[in-house]
């Protein structure tokens, strides 16, 4: 069962990082097996549940809107995603102590940069419209945004988001600072750049600023954001006709602040 659970694990992480289908089956067999090990009390009595006061009261008002939203049935099927709590938990029990973790967030920033480089590709590689150019048809088809191996952009997106600030303590020079990490974490970040999101550049600004208070080096950070920020809003004009995916970029960061742009309406409502 051991040699199950790493098997599993490592399924999961790939998963997070190329699969949703997989990441959600590799969770589905950690979590019978994560239930079926708790049925020992020795075990139990030493099992980590995290967040599980937070965890339970977002998990009762969810039921609860369900069971009172006029449409009990549908909202509770609807409501089905509650499950993938679960994968705090056996995340927890499969990473045990600080050394797992971290070797659970090394292994997992990896399999993500790799997907935020394919995404990079897919961008840069990008033919144009009509044209189907020389790179593999699973690489530039619908190669606009960057979407890695997933479906759509914005799972990418989310995925780098959460990647790139779980990581974010190793970049900062301080005493979590991984200097050999640093390349991973700026493919990651351009990926989540080439993604086009603006609600995930949103969250990742509000995460990085969420972070920021609990950094004794926090002026790395915001010097880091505003080069990013200057060298957007600085572009030539010849860079960007020559490069595309740089004016793409410029423009919907300027959109940000545009109270009339669609998108923008959209997040104030």
């Not at 699973?138 to 990418?156: P, V």
Request: with cysteine; proline share 5%.
């Amino acid at each position: 069962m051991s040699a199950l659970r790493r098997a599993a694990f490592a399924a999961l992480i790939l998963g997070l990082a190329f699969s949703i289908t997989l990441s959600q089956v590799a969770l589905a067999v950690l979590a019978a097996l994560w239930l079926w090990r708790l049925r020992d009390p020795a075990l139990r009595s030493t099992a980590a549940f995290p967040l599980w006061r937070p965890v339970l009261a977002f998990g009762g008002a969810t039921v609860l809107s369900a069971l009172l939203s006029g449409h009990a049935a549908q909202s509770l099927v609807a409501a089905r995603g509650l499950w993938l709590v679960l994968a705090l938990y056996v995340t927890a029990d499969m990473t045990e102590n600080a050394r797992g973790a971290d070797r659970f967030l090394t292994w997992l920033g990896l399999a993500v940069a790799v997907a935020a480089t394919v995404g990079l590709l897919q961008v840069g590689l990008c033919p144009g419209s009509g044209e189907t150019g020389w790179s593999p048809a699973w690489l530039y088809h619908r190669c606009g945004r960057a979407r890695g191996f997933f479906s759509i952009y914005m799972t990418l997106a989310g995925v780098l988001v959460l990647v790139l600030l779980a990581t974010l303590p190793r970049v900062v020079p301080s005493g979590a600072f991984r200097p050999q990490f640093l390349p991973a974490w700026l493919a990651m970040l351009a990926g989540l750049i080439a993604t086009f999101t603006r609600g995930a550049w949103i969250g990742f600004a509000a995460g990085v600023l969420t972070f920021l208070p609990s950094s004794r080096r926090a002026h790395w950070i915001l010097v880091g954001l505003v080069v990013v920020a200057a060298a957007i809003l600085v572009t030539p004009y010849e860079a960007q006709v020559r490069f595309p995916v740089l004016y793409e970029v410029r423009t919907r960061f300027l959109k940000l602040g545009d109270p009339e742009e669609a998108g923008v309406k959209e997040r104030v409502y």
